[in-house]
């Protein structure tokens, strides 16, 4: 397998941070949410509404659905899910309030831009879906496998070449990608608990030899074994 070369591993303290700065022009700042139990809003019940509903219920947050009318997997996720709980009306005007973030999926121009207004004087993170004027963050297109997630942003620009790049990211990764970060996850913590600092390890070193591999033909038993022998 190649190694990584020097400048892709290494911390970097030697980029001059205003040429960095310069040189980009995302106008984005990736974060991974800590949103499990936290009350979330998707205004609208359509198939883009349920997407984002399915994204945030991976997440672990609560969801409530206003819409006059929502389809089949929203209805079904309503009675399997005491997270998920559906009104079937219109939005109401300031309903955005006590809610951590908001959701507009309702194709009506003038209602997402309400209720983007809505969350938005009140503090609160709003996407409108296809609709970045009214966005106060927007959507990557995401991958995941277990703990592991790609997500992938095009600041805008194209998200068809988002979800190519994420399908690509996907494929290349292969499926194991969430077995590989458990077993890693147990090393890291065996790493803490004896009271070494994570950086004691060559984590690099040891996911440039065969473990990705093995894990990727489902050998996992060999996989745990080389790192329960690497980092005991
Ligand atoms: C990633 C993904 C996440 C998601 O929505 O869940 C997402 N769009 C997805 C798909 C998709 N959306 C569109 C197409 C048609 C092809 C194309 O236009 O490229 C496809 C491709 C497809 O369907 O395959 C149409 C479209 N999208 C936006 C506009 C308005 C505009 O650009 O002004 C229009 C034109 C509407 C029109 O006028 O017709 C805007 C946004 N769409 C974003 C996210 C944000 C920027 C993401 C980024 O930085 O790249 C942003 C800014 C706001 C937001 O919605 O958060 C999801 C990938 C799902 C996956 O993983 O497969
Ligand atoms: N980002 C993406 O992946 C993506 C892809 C396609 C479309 N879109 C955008 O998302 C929008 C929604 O797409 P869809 O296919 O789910 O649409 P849809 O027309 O099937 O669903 C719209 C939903 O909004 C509800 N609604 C209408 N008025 C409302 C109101 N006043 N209050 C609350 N709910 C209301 C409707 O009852 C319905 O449930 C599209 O118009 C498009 O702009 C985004």
Known sequence: MATLAAEETAVPTTVDPSEEIAASTAGHYPVSLVIEDQPCLVVGGGPVAASKVRGLRIAGARVTVVAPSVVPVIERLAVQEPAVVVHRRTYRSGETAGYRLVITATGVADIDAAVARDATSRGIWVNSADDPANCSFILPSVHRDGRVTVAVSTGGASPALASWIRRRLARCCGQDMGAL???LGQARKRVQASGRPTNSVDWQGLLDGCLPGLVN???????????????P
């Open 181 to 183: 970060a458990e077993l």
């Open 217 to 231: 033909v489902g050998r996992l038993e060999e996989a745990r074994r080389l790192v329960e022998l690497l980092v």
